[in-house]
């Protein structure tokens, strides 16, 4: 649990709906808001972990565990700012939409959509391993990531589901 | 006022109300679970198969734009969908129905994960539940990695070695201290492969 005091809401705004604008897909904004606030230690490795973990098993689209994140670093002001930060860089498809079909085929633009891409892959699984040591490395945190892996590559069970092995396999 | 006069054109079914078009999107929203392909499957059993908005064609163009649009991928492809059938208003609606709700959801979830915390059970519970959650961000990662590096393989060794090296390195990086900013590193990658394309396009063109 943080100790610190409740996150200033619009900061908090600022840094999600920042994050949000470079970053693609739910997780996309992951980086770039885990490094920006661990440095500031406005959140630990494990409040973030836990917010991944509890914005999953919520419903919604991917991408809502910000939310639960402003919760617990700033409670129900500091959950509304990341609503409203990432109600709107999505809105940016509507201009996508009218510029994409011009310049699709550009190489500059081609290349760089793709280095960008590739770049928050590689970062990104920089930080699940950072969140997975934040909770205590041991056997069975070991066997549940490796499972998670396989069922989520199988994809024949629906994500809720692999949660919910997670969790009782962790009572055990 | 013209359309009175005019035959009825072979457009699409007409626009469903801007109520109808909200409520769709909250179901859509409360029942989705971690998004990926089974939110997809809901929408196009929504959009395609029964209100027939669009075409599975235009279904896929749209999700594609999605995937190079900022932000939460299906909140995007919700705004186009609304778009499509209901212009701005529909497109805003969306928005709403499929966010606030699934926010305000996500939200009491997180109140009373809040109050249960400190329990021995919760604390049991996250040690299973959180590397369940990593290992699902991991396979999303996998998921975006997968079609990038194909591609990359497909435009030769100079540009699948370059892949490697990007993915690896902007992970490295990150692993120093201090570490790099993430935008930094973003646009580095940027840079780079939009150079790296380029190059590409004037050797492949200048070619026989």
């Not at chain 1, 897909?25 to 606030?37: A, K, M, Q, V, Y």
């Not at chain 1, 700012?81 to 940016?92: D, N, R, S, Y």
């Not at chain 2, 975006?144 to 990007?166: C, E, F, N, R, V």
């Amino acid at each position: 649990m943080e100790q610190s005091s409740p996150m200033n809401p619009f900061a908090l705004f600022l840094l999600t709906f920042k994050a949000s604008l470079l970053s693609t897909g739910g997780f996309g904004n992951i980086p770039s808001l885990h490094r920006d606030l661990t440095t500031l230690r406005l959140v630990n490795d494990r409040t973030f972990a836990e917010a991944v973990a509890v914005g999953q098993v919520s419903p919604g689209p991917n991408g809502l565990w910000v939310v639960s994140l402003g919760y617990l670093v700033g409670g129900l002001p500091g959950a509304l700012a990341t609503v409203v930060a990432i109600a709107f860089p999505p809105l940016l498809v509507l201009v996508v939409r009218l510029v994409y079909r011009r310049v699709r085929n550009h190489p500059f633009v081609e290349g760089f959509m793709r280095g960008l891409s590739l770049a928050v892959v590689g970062i990104f699984v920089v930080v699940m391993w950072k969140l997975f040591v934040a909770t205590g490395i041991d056997v069975k945190s070991t066997c549940v990531l490796i499972a998670s892996i396989g069922l989520g590559l199988w994809g024949r069970i629906p994500v809720v589901a692999i949660l919910a092995l997670g969790a009782i396999a962790g009572l055990f | 006022m013209q359309a009175l006069t005019e035959p009825p054109a072979p457009e699409p079914p007409s626009a469903p109300s801007l109520w109808r078009v909200f409520l769709l999107w909250v179901q859509v929203g409360v029942q989705s679970f971690g998004g990926g392909a089974a939110t997809l499957t809901l929408i196009r059993q929504m959009a395609v198969v029964r209100e027939e908005w669009l075409t599975d064609e235009q279904f896929m163009m749209d999700w594609a734009l999605c995937q190079i649009t900022p932000g939460i991928n299906l909140i995007a492809f919700a705004i186009l969908i609304g778009r499509r059938t209901n212009g701005i208003p529909g497109a805003l609606l969306a928005l709403a129905g499929l966010l606030v709700p699934s926010a305000l959801l996500t939200i009491g979830m997180t109140a009373i994960y809040r109050q249960v915390q400190s329990l021995p059970v919760t604390q049991r519970v996250l040690q299973g539940l959180i590397p369940a959650a990593i290992g699902l961000g991991l396979v999303t990662a996998y998921n975006m990695g997968k079609p990038l590096t194909q591609a990359g393989i497909q435009d030769g060794w100079a540009i699948a070695t370059l892949t490697i090296l990007l993915l690896l390195s902007s992970g490295a990086v990150m692993l120093l201290k201090p570490a790099p900013s993430v935008v930094e590193v973003l646009a580095f990658g940027g840079l780079l492969f939009a150079l790296a394309n380029l190059i590409r396009h004037r050797w492949s063109n200048q070619a026989p």
